[in-house]
């Protein structure tokens, strides 16, 4: 599958527009991880605990998107994009969307 966030695949056309695809995940904090990120924040530095959580909430939104655009039968996703917001306090909530398509190697010209 291949996922861009251009609206086009160099040296590739697009044969068929499946339509919007997406993926979420809501990722709630832990209370062990969050006094830990509480004292990292206090100290300065990448709160370490939070970003393992986000970066785990992207890939399974990713997948998800992915699953969905196969079961289009489309085999690329264009204009991919990432959204980030607070599904309430201590959750947020990751979104991937793109648009599913069918792309094949364009003719040489």
């Not at 605990?49 to 909430?57: D, F, I």
């Not at 655009?69 to 607070?86: C, D, E, H, I, Q």
Request: proline fraction near 2%.
């Amino acid at each position: 599958m291949i996922i861009v966030t251009t609206d086009n695949i160099a040296n590739m056309r697009i044969t068929r527009t499946c339509g919007l695809v997406r993926g979420t995940s809501v990722r709630g904090r832990h209370i062990g991880s969050d006094l830990v990120a509480h004292l990292r924040n206090a100290v300065g530095g990448e709160i370490t605990e939070y970003t393992k959580m986000l970066s785990e909430a992207r890939e399974q939104a990713l997948d998800r998107m992915i699953e969905e655009a196969r079961s289009f039968g489309a085999n690329a996703v264009l204009g991919v994009r990432f959204t980030t917001s607070m599904a309430m306090a201590g959750a947020a909530e990751i979104v991937i969307y793109g648009t599913a398509v069918t792309v094949e190697p364009a003719p040489e010209v």
